[in-house]
C-alpha cells in the first residue's frame, strides 16, 4: 500500500507565549538538540514512509530552516522525499489555511500526484515515538475509508479531545468533539489519521461547501460517521504527550531526566533524527557540577547545574547554578546567577549575580494567568538581564528586551509581572 504522510505544522502555538512567537508550534526546540516536528518526521521515516509533505503556515521561516532538504531524515530524494507545503494564492482561489482539513484540501493537487493508495494525516507538535506500519495494515486488513489512532485518557481530561466510541469490532459508531459532559467515554482521537485517498478527496470536496473552516475533528470525522462511512479506531498504548503548554513543556523536559524517563530517547532501534551543527564535545571546569541533567555538545559548564537541560552552547560560569530548567542554545549565565524553574529561549545573557525565578510568591502571570501559574518563569530569546536583579515566579521576559526594559522595576521584578512591551503597573 503506497502511503503519502502529510504533517501539519502551521501551528502557532500560543500557549506557549514567548517560545513561539517568532517560531511555530512545531519548530520549538526540546529535549536540547531537537525540535519539537523531529519525532513526528523520524516516526515517519523509522516506519519506513519516505514521501512526506509538510504544511506550514504561522512563522514558517525556522521551521523551514530546520527541516532543509530533509538531509537528517534521508528524505532528499529524487522521488518523493520532503515537501514544504506553504498556503498560496492562485486563481483556483486558495488562501490561508482556515482549519486542519481545509489544509488539506488546498493540497490535493499534491496528493494526487503522489497516487498514494492511503494518506496518513498528522500533526507536526506532538512528542512520541509510533511505528505506523501495524496502523497502516490495520487499515488495509478493515477495508477502512478512515482509521483513527485513539489512546484511553483519564475521564476528567476528555474534554480536552474527540472522544470516540466503537462497537465490539472496533468501529466508530458515535464522534464528540471535546464534549462537555463525562459519558462519552475515554478513547480520545489523537490527531492521527489514515485515509482511503479517494474517500478522503470525495469528502473533502463535499463539506467544504458546508464549512468554510473545515477541521477533521469539528466536521469531517462526525460527517462520516454519520452517514456510514467505515471508520475504525487504532489503539495506541505509548508515550504520547501535547507539550503545547509552558507547564507541560516544563514538566515533559524534566520527566526526561528521571532513571525512569517514559520517552526513551537513546533507543538505538528508533532514532530520532535531527539537523546537528558540528560543535565540540561539552566541557565541564574544575568548579563543574552537574547532577540529573542533560548537557549538549557545545556547553562550557564551571557552575552547578542540578536537574535541567542544556542545549548546545549553553555557558554556565563559575558559581552559577542552574537548578530544574531548561536553558537553549547559546545562552551565557554570569558568575553567581542562579535559575530556579526557568525556561530561557536562545542568545540570552543572564548578568552576574542575577536571581531568575527567585521567592515563594506564585502568583500568576497579570496579563497571562492561563499561560503562567505554575511557578515557572520564561525568558524569551535575546533578551538581556541585568546584573544582581531578582525575577520572581511565573514572570514573562519578552524576546530581545535589553537592560533598559528592567530599569522601572529597580531590583526587583516581583512574581506574576512581565517585562517589556505592556506590563501591569504594580501598586
Not at 519506513?48 to 514558517?60: E, K, M, N, W
Not at 500533526?123 to 497502516?136: E, T, V
Not at 495494515?137 to 466503537?166: C, K, Q, S
Request: proline share 5%.
Amino acid at each position: 500500500m503506497r502511503t503519502l504522510a502529510m504533517i501539519l505544522a502551521g501551528g502557532a502555538g500560543t500557549r506557549l507565549t514567548v517560545l513561539s512567537e517568532h517560531r511555530a508550534k512545531p519548530a520549538v526546540p526540546f529535549a536540547g538538540r531537537y525540535r519539537i516536528i523531529d519525532f513526528t518526521l523520524s516516526n515517519c521515516v523509522n516506519s519506513g514512509i519516505y514521501d512526506v509533505g509538510v504544511l506550514t503556515q504561522y512563522l514558517p521561516r525556522s521551521l523551514i530552516e530546520h527541516i532543509g532538504i530533509g538531509r537528517p531524515w534521508d528524505l532528499d530524494r529524487t522521488r518523493g522525499g520532503v515537501h514544504i507545503l506553504q498556503p498560496y494564492q492562485g486563481r483556483g482561489g486558495q488562501f490561508w489555511y482556515k482549519g486542519t482539513a481545509d489544509a488539506i484540501l488546498q493540497n490535493l493537487d499534491f496528493i494526487r500526484d503522489r497516487r498514494a493508495d492511503a494518506v496518513l494525516i498528522l500533526s507536526g507538535d506532538h512528542i512520541y515515538k509510533m511505528d505506523y506500519r501495524p496502523l497502516l495494515e490495520r487499515h488495509r486488513e478493515r477495508g477502512a475509508d478512515l482509521t483513527v489512532a485513539v489512546m484511553n485518557v483519564p475521564e476528567e481530561e476528555t474534554h480536552r479531545f474527540g472522544i470516540l466510541t466503537t462497537n465490539k469490532q472496533g468501529r466508530v459508531v458515535e464522534f464528540h468533539e471535546k464534549p462537555k459532559t463525562r459519558d462519552k467515554g475515554t478513547l480520545a482521537n489523537m490527531g492521527i489519521y489514515v485515509f482511503r485517498t479517494a474517500v478522503l478527496e470525495e469528502r473533502l470536496i463535499e463539506l467544504a461547501q458546508q464549512h468554510e473552516d473545515l477541521d477533521f475533528g469539528k466536521h469531517v470525522i462526525p460527517a462520516m460517521v454519520e452517514r456510514g462511512d467505515k471508520v475504525y479506531t487504532y489503539q495506541f498504548d505509548g508515550y504520547w504527550v501535547d507539550v503545547g503548554t509552558i507547564e507541560a513543556y516544563w514538566k515533559t523536559s524534566m520527566e526526561l531526566l528521571s532513571p525512569d524517563a517514559p520517552l526513551e530517547l537513546y533507543d538505538r532501534s528508533w532514532v530520532i533524527h535531527t539537523r546537528s551543527y558540528e560543535r565540540p564535545a561539552a566541557k565541564f571546569g574544575p568548579q563543574a557540577r552537574v547532577q540529573q541533567s542533560m548537557i549538549c555538545n557545545g556547553s562550557m559548564i564551571r557552575g552547578e547545574v542540578i536537574r535541567s537541560v542544556l542545549s548546545p552552547g549553553v555557558y554556565v560560569s563559575p558559581g552559577a547554578v542552574v537548578r530544574e530548567s531548561v536553558v537553549m542554545n547559546d545562552t551565557w549565565i554570569g558568575p553567581g546567577a542562579v535559575l530556579d524553574r526557568v525556561i530561557v529561549d536562545k542568545h540570552v545573557v543572564i548578568g552576574a549575580g542575577a536571581h531568575v525565578g527567585w521567592g515563594d510568591d506564585m502568583r500568576e502571570n497579570i496579563l497571562l494567568p492561563d499561560k503562567l501559574y505554575a511557578g515557572i518563569t520564561v525568558v524569551g530569546k535575546g533578551a538581556h538581564i541585568p546584573a544582581h536583579i531578582r525575577v520572581g515566579r511565573n514572570v514573562l521576559i519578552r524576546p530581545n528586551v535589553d537592560e533598559d526594559a528592567f530599569v522601572p522595576f529597580g531590583d526587583e521584578v516581583p512574581s506574576g509581572e512581565t517585562v517589556g512591551g505592556e506590563r501591569h503597573e504594580s501598586q
